[in-house]
């Protein structure tokens, strides 16, 4: 497959897509039928479909029975800990293996030409971005994230909270399911603007903005309570009508799904003249710029408050308008 096709490569060797990023035509006023039916595959494939098999065998297959998770006892709590983690470090380092470690593409579709691990910087603990980041994952990021599933999987044995079935609840719990990604992304964005107040983001969040260039290591290394406030969108099944099998699939969009968008590349090539889509790049531009994109771009909620860079070069040109403005008011107020 030939990058060039479908983007440009700078003087410096950053590559970006030729096309501007879109939020979903769905959130786009007015309404364009053909766009939205277009686009609608790409809500599904492949992550989203992955993403809800994986949640739909943990909950069958690998999440202990009603009667063993109604009483806090470690013996399940450190399964379900095992569990997640052992997952994590299948899922994000088959990626890491195949992208980074043998470099299966080089940089066909990277936006950054450079690899992290190259570059020694004793900005991360042991010098090394990846080592750095896959300590902060295993040790607050897998946890918290597991805290989280095992209070709302013994509230769900115990019938505390509003659960229902498929069969009571049919309508309501698809149209949860679909919405998930939408509510996370609400909730993030939400979240993320927050913790960039500046006090939150020198103490908190600046961990996660430590990779400049992220790698799939990088998703959820975060400081412990930015995991606390990044997972906590799970608790709306403690208040709405819901299904365990959703909060865990809700979990897994926040878990697995974030290393979708800190993989780096634009595609992961799978065969000659195929590739997958990462939609990586407004998450990308977050990390590289800081200022733009606190969402990933699914709802157009930066489009709104003014911060959405579409990753063109006009894109660069409103930023860089927008940053000279903030500085000169930011003189003004001196
Ligand atoms: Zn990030
Ligand atoms: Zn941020």
């Given amino acids: 497959m030939d990058d060039s096709a479908y983007g440009v490569r700078n003087k410096r060797g950053h590559w970006r897509p030729k096309d501007p990023i879109q939020p979903a035509p769905l959130f786009l006023q007015p309404w364009n039928l053909v766009r939205i039916v277009k686009w609608l595959p790409r809500y599904f494939v492949p992550w989203n479909v992955l993403l809800f098999l994986a949640a739909t065998a943990f909950w069958f297959l690998l999440t202990p029975d009603i009667e063993t998770m109604r009483t806090m006892e470690w013996g399940w709590m450190l399964y379900i800990l095992v569990r997640n983690s052992v997952a ?94 939408v509510i996370h992304e609400f909730h993030f964005y939400t979240t993320h603007r ?69 993989v780096g590349f634009d595609k992961i090539v799978a065969g000659k003249e195929s590739a997958m889509d990462t939609h990586s790049f407004a998450h990308y531009l977050h990390h590289k710029y800081f200022e733009v994109n606190y969402s990933d771009g699914l709802i157009p909620l930066d489009k709104l408050f003014g911060t959405w860079h579409d990753g063109t070069e006009k894109g660069d040109e409103l930023m860089n308008a927008r940053m000279k403005k903030r500085r000169h008011s930011a003189t003004l107020e001196d």
């Fill in 194 to 262: 927050m913790i960039h107040i500046p006090v939150l983001y020198k103490y908190v969040h600046s961990v996660h903005h430590k990779a400049v260039n992220p790698s799939p290591w990088s998703s959820l290394s975060m400081h412990p309570i930015e995991h606390l406030i990044y997972f906590s969108g799970s608790l709306i099944h403690l208040i709405v009508p819901s299904h365990p099998l959703i909060a865990l699939y809700h979990l897994h969009v926040a878990g697995f799904g974030a290393v979708v968008g800190h």
């Fill in 88 to 181: 994590v470090f299948l899922f994000y380092g088959a990626l890491e293996l195949r992208l980074y470690i043998r470099r299966s593409q080089g940089t066909l579709f990277k936006y950054n030409p450079k690899w992290p691990d190259d570059r020694r910087s004793e900005y991360f603990m042991f010098s090394s971005q990846s080592i750095d980041n896959m300590i902060r994952t295993f040790g607050t990021g897998v946890p918290i994230w597991t805290a989280y599933e095992i209070l709302i999987l013994w509230a769900y044995a115990n019938g505390w909270g509003a659960w229902t079935t498929l069969a009571d609840n049919p309508v309501w719990l698809i149209l949860l399911g679909l919405l998930i990604l």
